[in-house]
């Protein structure tokens, strides 16, 4: 398997329309994925239900990647995600990533701080919502 980033992982999930969550989950994600969002900790299935409700709110978006550092099993990055949801509001979320690899190149675990930019106060639980 390759090894993935942020980049691929969220446009797998998010941005392929009519993609499948579960194989996208499956090619970048390991079975004892964790992860923690500004504090919050879930599990692979609570990022799949996270997932599935960001899918619900989301039509279209973008990710670009200001900085990213790989060193062996470990990965970081800063990144800024645009969303435009069904309503047509955008919203502008920087991330900073720390992850681990799992040894066949998917995340095991991602620890995530972000920071919204632009968009309603209520884009500030985007990226914890389920």
Same mark, same amino acid.
């Given at each position: 398997?390759?090894?993935? +980033?942020?980049?691929? %992982?969220?446009?797998?999930?998010?941005?392929?329309? $009519?993609? +499948?969550? !579960? /194989? %996208?989950? =499956?090619? &970048?994600? !390991?079975?004892? *994925?964790?992860?923690?969002?500004?504090?919050v900790?879930?599990?692979?299935?609570?990022?799949?239900? &996270?997932?599935? /409700?960001?899918?619900?709110?989301v039509? +279209? $978006?973008r990710v670009?990647?200001?900085?990213?550092?790989?060193?062996?099993?470990? *990965? !970081?990055?800063? &990144?800024?995600?645009?969303?435009?949801?069904?309503?047509?509001?955008?919203?502008v979320? =920087?991330? *900073?990533?720390? !992850? =681990?690899? %799992?040894?066949? $190149?998917?995340?095991?675990?991602? =620890?995530?701080?972000?920071?919204?930019?632009?968009?309603? %106060?209520?884009?500030?639980?985007l990226?914890?919502?389920?």
């Open positions: 398997m390759t090894t993935t +980033d942020i980049s691929r %992982a969220l446009n797998d999930l998010l941005f392929t329309p $009519g993609g +499948d969550l !579960a /194989a %996208a989950v =499956e090619r &970048h994600f !390991a079975p004892d *994925y964790r992860q923690r969002t500004n504090g900790w879930s599990d692979r299935e609570g990022f799949v239900q &996270h997932m599935t /409700a960001l899918r619900s709110l039509r +279209d $978006g670009e990647i200001h900085d990213e550092l790989r060193d062996g099993p470990r *990965y !970081a990055d800063r &990144h800024t995600v645009t969303l435009t949801r069904n309503d047509g509001s955008i919203s979320t =920087e991330v *900073y990533l720390f !992850a =681990e690899m %799992a040894p066949d $190149g998917r995340f095991r675990r991602v =620890e995530e701080t972000t920071l919204l930019i632009s968009g309603h %106060a209520d884009d500030r639980n990226g914890s919502v389920k």
